[in-house]
């Protein structure tokens, strides 16, 4: 059953859900897991792209686009919310909704910044969770 993580950056915290998602991508992939980051358009599909390229100075974190890149050479992949492709170790959800394909995956790591929208939607996935009975842990993120 695929353990499912909120991170939730707390007001006044450093940066946003994509810079968390940056974040928990480098981790995950410095831990030998392979990461899919499912996106709610194309637009935030893009955005992501170009914060993987300089999330950090020192750090380079092998990302490409589902369908676009070699799987093979990229371990972190991105996504709108309605492809995952093959993938099936650590999702990250930066999507209103829970992308269908959720429970394939090891583990899900939802991540929540403090935009209302965004705040409620999270509140609701929680609870879809909960109700189905995946294991849940909240982190709380300054």
Not at 51 to 80: C, E, M, Y
Not at 89 to 111: H, K, Q, W
Not at 117 to 134: P, T, V
Request: hydrophobic share 35%; glycine share 6%; aromatic share 10%.
């Amino acid at each position: 059953m695929t353990q499912v993580d909120f991170y939730i950056l707390q007001p006044g915290g450093r940066g946003n859900r994509y810079t968390l998602a940056a974040r928990l991508a480098e981790k995950a992939w410095s831990a030998g897991h392979r990461v899919l980051i499912a996106t709610e358009s194309n637009e935030d599909l893009r955005h992501m792209d170009r914060l993987l390229w300089v999330h950090r100075d020192q750090s380079f974190i092998p990302h490409g686009i589902l369908g676009k890149a070699d799987p093979k050479l990229n371990p972190v992949l991105l996504s709108t919310s309605d492809e995952a492709g093959d993938e099936h170790d650590v999702l990250i959800n930066l999507c209103l909704s829970t992308p269908d394909y959720f429970s394939r995956f090891e583990r899900m790591a939802e991540c929540v910044d403090q935009d209302p929208q965004h705040l409620q939607a999270s509140r609701d996935r929680y609870r879809f969770y909960k109700e189905c009975g995946y294991p849940l842990a909240v982190h709380n993120i300054s």
